[in-house]
């Protein structure tokens, strides 16, 4: 520490020497010592120390934890409570160690006992692949009182199964927790030379999307969601947890975005015991698809994890992906077979060697040749003299030791001695050690057989909980609840949530971008607030939605004072937040003379009046924006007139300009796109519904929005036709027979059964075809040939009935399965043609509008415009 004297008399202290390195001494402790996992093992030190103290209590029966944490601290030079709090960790993850007593739990983020009411062991697998003392390298232990392990010898990627994370001085790690099973599956594949794939596995289950995983390497991200479905229209249940969180603080987050409105809960219940179950009521009004989104999008039902893969390699920190370890721990694994083998092999050499030697001792009586010798010296001379003839075949030389350990051998063992036991000893001995070297020779093909076995032995109960899926980016903007009021002054120019005096424009929530237009043709796009100034004049206010390319704003305009006036069709897709854009052509003195925002496209036919002016001949005539193209905001537009206009007026309203959208639906995240992507469902007007059928029997229709959710037991999911009828073949619970029923849906917006309530009651089959055919094949009762297969047109064994009918038996025997056949042709009715079609005047057909319903649909469906009549011809309906 050097000190100088400033100019302004100030003392100048530099802190260098000893302070710099104490702080590296302590970072580097930290970091090797206390943070940071080895890679060769896969523990922290505390970790080693636990499993290794464990392995000096164990004798197969439980131990108090206190009793362990205690008989740690021998080795480990911290205190109680980080020892007790890392056995739990390790405990919890249900692979080392057997546990008995209160343990916390994992789901709800209770802890556990205090460590004198609890008990643990070691598990049979941690016996069977972390301990070896003669293969494992020893040292001091941090007092020199004791010996503890270096590394202990884990023949298993234990450190990806189990997962670590750690904080450090200036550095930190996560590695995430995988598949038991799945990283047998790994090592195997990596002894074979093939590729293989990790992704995290968590304890907690729910669903995972693995797309940016990145092995595991820093820079990767892993995007975790809970499990929840729709239990009936106005709850919701979760049932797995996202990896990090807990029911209680998952719950939390859920109150705390309810607070802020971004979503509305009437009710939460929490039943989680031994699984998770939390049960979400919705207030009523509220959709439950959205809400699953909104869940997503606003609390901890969504979670994204960063993870880090930083390992201990000789003393300094490495960074690698989650396959790198698990190469360097299953080439690992094969050092520390191959030396097991190796000690082994020695072993068995040994014994062999001292057999063949007892033998030879026994056999050939050397032992009397000691009878006259009265020293030490020259007993190991004579039984070294007599050994000389017969020792040739052993495969090494003879030691003091060897002769020394024959001394020792019992009179009663020589008496009873027996030549063929000793050589069937000797023989056996020899085929392990053919085979130990065999196993040696085939390191890699044994190594495989171990790691299968481990497979066989210990994989029970540890499938994948985790599901592996895609995500759908969320939009928050589409799916939060909008609990705010949006107003506008129109000629002052303010619009915001808190001027409750002024004009109501929409509902919109406090993320919402609002999109703003001008009388002097301006935009612009900004944040709601509570009071926001936009410019005075405003003609049009709404909540602006990114990528629309649906709503479609028509607009007239005048271009300055004197200019012409203008026409123009456009789309905002994307805008810069607060910048004004200016859809004339900036000339001072422009003015919108006409506009509308169309939310699906619509062009309408309006009349264009102009002024009295010099020797105009035309001064009234009709504009369809229909003949328009639809362009960017900055387009132009198309001329209208060079001469004043007096006024616009609509003359018809719109109808959609837009195609029907084609919605495919992609079975990977179980979620309908706009983009291609999966089964193509078919191509949708506004009013048309998707059919929907459960395994359970219940039936809906929905009008498809791509925030949708469906459930795993979906057996049918395809556009519905309103008047084609469907097929059903369910099983009656209470009379325990197959019934067989046709029915149209009445109601669109009600979910209906097509199944009897009882709870033996399934459904096992349905049809949307015109014309099905099924196939029942019938059980083989004993003594009686098997009855033939029937083959039933649905069509003609029942007439089509409503939803709730019972419908009729298909039959009385036993049935042993009911297949779909290909169905009869079918051939959709042709249109009526236009003049076909009989025009009747309103007054004829007044009160019976319900009863020709049918008929209307049927003869709109060809041309959605209206019919061009004479005005003295009176108001007439089309049907």
């Avoid at 020497?17 to 080895?38: K, Q, T």
């Avoid at 362990?68 to 109680?80: K, R």
């Avoid at 980016?473 to 609840?481: A, P, S």
């Avoid at 007239?556 to 994307?574: E, L, P, S």
Wanted: with cysteine.
């Amino acid at each position: 520490m050097d000190m100088d004297e400033g100019d302004s008399g100030e003392t100048i202290t530099r802190v260098t020497g000893m302070y710099r390195d104490w702080f590296l001494d302590y970072a580097s402790y930290v970091i090797l010592e206390r943070a940071v996992p080895a890679i060769e093992d896969g523990f922290k030190p505390v970790q080693r120390r636990i499993m290794h103290s464990m392995k000096d209590l164990d004798d197969g029966r439980y131990n108090k934890v206190a009793n362990i944490v205690g008989h740690t601290m021998q080795y480990h030079p911290h205190g109680d409570a980080s020892i007790a709090d890392a056995m739990v960790q390790i405990g919890q993850k249900d692979l080392l160690i057997d546990t008995q007593g209160n343990w916390g739990n994992i789901l709800t983020g209770d802890r556990a006992a205090a460590s004198r009411y609890i008990e643990a062991r070691l598990s049979k697998f941690a016996l069977d692949v972390v301990y070896n003392p003669k293969i494992t390298d020893w040292q001091a232990s941090y007092d020199g009182r004791k010996k503890e392990p270096i590394n202990l010898p884990v023949m298993f990627p234990l450190l990806l199964a189990q997962g670590a994370e750690g904080i450090a001085v200036g550095l930190s790690t996560k590695v995430l927790p995988h598949n038991f099973i799945e990283l047998i599956d790994a090592s195997i594949k990596h002894l074979q030379g093939k590729r293989f794939t990790l992704v995290p596995d968590f304890p907690t289950g729910g669903i995972v999307d693995v797309t940016n995983y990145n092995d595991g390497i820093r820079g990767g991200k892993i995007r975790s969601r809970a499990r929840m479905n729709q239990l009936d229209k106005s709850t919701l249940v979760i049932t797995e947890i996202p990896f990090g969180t807990t029911t209680t603080s998952l719950i939390d987050s859920i109150l705390k975005a309810n607070d802020k409105g971004k979503i509305k809960v009437k009710k939460i219940e929490d039943n989680t015991a031994a699984d998770v179950e939390i049960l979400v009521h919705l207030p009523s009004g509220i959709s439950p698809d959205k809400t699953i989104d909104a869940l997503y999008a606003f609390t901890n039902c969504e979670t994204s994890i960063s993870p880090l893969g930083c390992v201990i390699e000789d003393n300094r920190p490495l960074f690698i992906g989650v396959s790198e370890m698990l190469r360097r721990s299953t080439d690992r694994t094969v050092e520390l077979l191959k030396s097991e083998l190796e000690i082994q092999l020695n072993e068995l050499e040994e014994q062999w060697h001292f057999a063949s030697l007892e033998r030879i001792f026994i056999e050939n009586r050397i032992y009397r040749d000691i009878e006259e010798e009265e020293t030490w010296e020259g007993v190991i001379s004579a039984i070294d003299k007599g050994l000389k003839p017969h020792v040739k075949h052993l495969k090494r030389k003879v030691t003091e030791e060897d002769i020394v350990r024959l001394t020792e051998i019992r009179i009663k063992r020589i008496s009873k001695f027996d030549i063929d036991k000793a050589q069937q000893k000797i023989d056996a001995l020899e085929d392990s050690i053919a085979q130990v070297k065999h196993h040696l020779e085939h390191l890699i093909e044994y190594s495989i057989d171990y790691f299968k076995r481990l497979k066989k032995d210990y994989a029970e109960g540890k499938e994948r909980k985790s599901e592996i899926r895609v995500f759908d980016d969320i939009q928050k903007t589409k799916v939060v609840i909008r609990n705010t009021k949006l107003y506008v002054n129109r000629e002052e120019g303010f619009v915001g949530t808190s001027m409750r005096r002024e004009e109501y424009v929409t509902d919109c929530s406090d993320i919402d971008d609002i999109i703003v237009f001008t009388q002097d043709g301006r935009m612009v796009v900004t944040k709601v607030d509570s009071k926001t100034f936009v410019g005075k004049g405003i003609i049009h206010v709404a909540v602006f939605k990114k990528k629309d390319k649906r709503t479609t704003y028509n607009m007239i305009y005048k271009d300055g004072t004197r200019g012409a006036t203008y026409v123009k069709r456009f789309n905002v897709t994307a805008v810069t937040r607060d910048k004004e854009y200016h859809l004339t052509q900036g000339n001072k003195g422009s003015k919108v003379l006409y506009f509308t925002a169309n939310p699906n496209g619509e062009a309408e036919i309006v009349t264009i009046l102009l002024r009295q002016s010099g020797s105009i001949k035309k001064l009234k005539w009709d504009l369809d924006f229909a003949d328009l193209m639809v362009k960017g905001r900055g387009s132009k537009g198309n001329i209208v007139t060079k001469y004043p206009v007096k006024r616009i007026e609509l003359k018809e309203k719109g109808l959609s300009t837009l195609k029907p959208r084609k919605i495919w639906f992609d079975d990977t995240v179980q979620r309908l796109n706009l983009d291609g992507r999966g089964e193509l469902l078919g191509e949708f007007k506004s009013e048309d519904r998707l059919l929907i059928v459960k395994q359970n029997g219940v039936i809906k229709t929905a009008i498809p929005e791509v925030t949708m959710h469906f459930d795993d037991d979906m057996v049918v999911l395809e556009k519905w036709i309103p008047n084609k009828p469907l097929s059903a073949i369910y099983w009656e619970g209470e009379k325990e027979l197959f019934y067989v029923k046709r029915f149209l849906i009445d109601n669109p917006d009600r979910d209906e059964s097509v199944i009897t309530d009882h709870p033996k009651s399934y459904l096992e089959r349905i049809f949307t075809v015109h014309r099905p055919m099924a196939e029942v094949v019938f059980v083989k009762e004993r003594g009686k040939d098997r009855k033939e297969n029937l083959e039933v047109n649905l069509e003609e064994f029942i007439s089509v009935k409503g939803i709730t009918a019972m419908g009729n038996q298909l039959t009385k025997s036993k049935v042993l399965e009911i297949n779909e056949l290909d169905p009869l042709p079918y051939e959709e009715p042709e249109p009526i043609a236009p003049e076909e079609i009989e025009v009747v005047e309103e007054e004829a057909v007044t009160g019976n509008g319900a009863d020709n319903s049918d008929s209307k649909t049927e003869t709109s469906s060809g041309d959605n415009t209206p019919s061009d009549l004479d005005d003295d011809e009176g108001q007439t309906t089309l049907f």
